[in-house]
């Protein structure tokens, strides 16, 4: 198993991408990582880092990728432009066959755009597109599409809802996912003319469909998959971020307003620290590109070491437990 | 200025938009209140309340309403034909200028239905909508719509815009609120078709339009208005109060693992208490439709006395203010 892990993609520099590789080979040993970026700088990165564990520095391979796409620029120009941009260096790996994966904290939508350009689609697939994983009470929810489609019709609905449920079966172990659709209300009458369509192809389909959540259902973690349109999904994913970042301000504000407070939070902050980790994405590994004739995984701009390393880990899986086997096969059996 | 209160809409009961009402009487002299819902047990609910506060008692009546719309019932059947609902009895004092406004926390598709049946649209509106305040790091933002309108065209969304800053203007005393369009990236070629055309409109109208906010910026308060249709407004409302739910259990479960952690809480509670305050809708007074011939405020199933006391103020200040009478100018200025 070898996996590509894009240094040059974050916000944050090369740093964190490389301890993340050095992490995940440190806990698994029949990985190999390749690091795609500027040779001279990695290689120069590795020696100090890992110059004196031999046992690590040998699963570690640099492939020269010296061009970045930068988070603003449009994904479609930039991949038809940039040859040498890390993911679609690594893409063309997987291509070729020399790695299984590729692992990009960058710009989502030129990582998806270079996935397709270089790989295809997967036999059947309309649209591929990209699920995250949300922390929720119980386990987490996988939800699909969080923004690489933004106007769709119901078809790439229970397209998504398929390969999302082959993805949750084989990852989580879950023998019938519950897929929910994301509307707003329970009924099947309330949502929009796309939801309401869906809904019947949902009804009508062989999945384990459980109706329609709301957008209060989405942490309470009663389905394994939720379905909706990647503007709608893109809009939740990042109004719960922003509601998690602007809450935890509100909060240590209110702290640090008096004495008793600040003493409090020195007791409690463990409590905290755990609470923080529940609810981190970078415990969840990133999040897959599906659809694409191989295996990609985005990972948050902001990404550190422990979020590589787990995306690591889920590509992994995805390429052991043969995701997009299974998802061919599914997406098969509903045309017929 | 005499407002009615549904004192049967929420999933609490009546007591608490009685004393809801109540408390809005009692820090408001210029104020009465009519209640609505069955005479019999709100005349005998007030004897226990106020019946030694004489002051109180003589700006409260009772209006007999003896029909409940179920959060579950369908809104259009069910203002067809319960005609003797809280709301539709509510919007029927409107229409007679027996009262000014109408505060629920019922079925908001009911209250939403009942209002246009009774009062109709404004002149120059298409849609009537649903906005409501979203607590942020700065001032509270206005978001539109939050549900009214599941499909919608970009001049539904322009009109949107229009309502919300009139009301913004007038109730937050800015001169020209800040609009920005929710989407999935800060770019103009951002967006689903309808939020890029919808972008043209803004981009191309007098309104201090500052272009696309994504769904981390709802919570930073550098807009004063955020629109959206009804099916995304409802999606980030809703999830935001799932997060903020989940996350507060996840935070107890961690807290009551160890002794010291809850000591710890013990001496922040406080802190906690404000923080919980800072993010409460209830502090915010509801949702007030726009674009009805009228005022009604949607309040959430669950309100406290507080959140219906918010929305008994915001709908006094709306009527005084007179906030209609601005959006029907305009719109005037944007229909030529």
Same mark, same amino acid.
């Given at each position: ?19 993340? #590789?050095?992490?995940?080979? *440190? ?14 700088? &990695? ?26 796409? /930068? ?6 120009? #930039? ?7 890390? !993911? ?10 020399? !790695? ?13 755009? #270079?996935?397709?350009?270089?790989? %295809? ?10 699920? $995250? @994983? ?13 923004? #690489? ?12 809802? !398929?390969?999302?449920?082959?993805? $949750? ?13 994301? $509307?707003? %209300? ?6 929009? =003319? ?7 192809? &949902? ?7 459980? /109706?329609?959540?709301? /957008?209060? *259902?989405?942490?309470k973690g009663n389905v394994d998959v939720i379905i909706c349109d990647g503007f709608v999904g893109n809009v939740a994913l990042k109004t719960s971020e922003g509601l998690a970042d602007a809450a935890m301000q509100m909060l240590k504000d209110e702290i ?15 409590? @905290? ?39 690591? @880990?889920? =590509?992994? *899986? ?13 997406? @098969?059996?509903? $045309?017929?």
């Open positions: 198993m070898r996996i590509a892990v894009d240094t040059m993609g974050g916000d944050l520099g090369s740093e964190l991408p490389v301890r993340g #590789a050095i992490g995940a080979l *440190d806990k698994r040993d029949s990985l190999e990582i390749v690091l795609l970026g500027p040779s001279d700088l &990695l290689e120069q990165q590795l020696d100090g880092v890992v110059g004196n564990k031999p046992e690590i520095r040998k699963r570690l391979q640099v492939v020269h990728a010296p061009e970045i796409i /930068g988070m603003d620029e449009s994904p479609v120009e #930039a991949v038809r432009k940039k040859k040498d941009a890390t !993911v679609m260096v690594g893409f063309e790996l997987v291509r070729r066959k020399k !790695v299984d994966a590729v692992i990009s904290a960058g710009n989502s939508g030129a990582t998806m755009a #270079a996935a397709i350009r270089k790989l %295809g689609r997967l036999k059947g697939v309309s649209r591929p597109g990209i699920a $995250s @994983f949300f922390p929720t009470l119980k386990k987490p929810v996988m939800l699909m599409d969080i923004g #690489a489609n933004v106007d769709c019709r119901s078809q790439h609905l229970l397209q998504f809802a !398929v390969m999302a449920a082959s993805c $949750s079966r084989l990852l989580h172990g879950i023998d019938r996912p519950r897929v929910g659709l994301l $509307s707003i %209300g329970e009924e099947a009458s309330k949502g929009n =003319a796309l939801v309401k369509k869906t809904h019947e192809l &949902l009804t009508a389909s062989s999945l384990n469909f459980c /109706g329609n959540v709301e /957008g209060s *259902d989405v942490y640090s307003q008096t004495w008793r407070a600040k003493i409090g939070y020195l007791l409690i902050r463990k409590a @905290f620290a755990k609470f923080r980790q529940r609810i981190d994405y970078a415990e969840y590994g990133g999040a897959p590109l599906l659809g694409i004739n191989g295996t990609g995984i985005i990972c948050h701009g902001t990404s550190d070491a422990l979020a590589i390393q787990n995306a690591v @880990f889920v =590509a992994a *899986d995805m390429v052991d437990n043969k995701v997009n086997d299974a998802i061919i096969r599914a997406l @098969f059996e509903y $045309s017929g």
